[in-house]
Nanobody, 118 residues
Framework: QVQLVESGGGLVQAGGSLELACRSS????????MGWFRQAPGQQRELVAA???????DYGDSVRGRFTISRDGENKMVYLVMNELKPEDTSVYYC????????????WGQGTQVTVSS
């Protein structure tokens, strides 16, 4: 079992920035990939950003160039820096871990709310 706890959500004006943090209960280099997802009411959960154990990153089309995923293996942390935030970025953001394979996300945090006002 991998336990994940997110923090850092909140309310921000459009054009502003926020940084989300995710603390893992396990060594993040022992999982294949860590990801950030988001889900707004009535919408499907979507990938925001992911980072593999090898350091390869991937981003959703709507956030590429604005968001950056990073990690601190020593402290078992994964971060998501969100710049140039837009009202459409408003959502609950979830941290997730894929222990086996790059897209087998079975472990999820409780989520953190991000609200971007116009």
């Amino acid at each position: 079992q991998v336990q994940l706890v997110e923090s850092g959500g909140g309310l921000v004006q459009a054009g502003g920035s926020l940084e989300l943090a995710c603390r893992s209960s396990e060594n993040i280099f022992m999982v294949s990939a860590m990801g950030w997802f988001r889900q707004a009411p009535g919408q499907q959960r979507e990938l925001v950003a992911a980072i593999t154990v090898g350091g390869t990153t991937d981003y959703g089309d709507s956030v590429r160039g604005r968001f950056t995923i990073s990690r601190d293996g020593e402290n078992k942390m994964v971060y998501l820096v969100m710049n140039e935030l837009k009202p459409e970025d408003t959502s609950v953001y979830y941290c997730s871990a894929s222990k086996v394979g790059k897209n087998n996300y079975l472990y999820w945090g409780q989520g953190t709310q991000v609200t971007v006002s116009s």
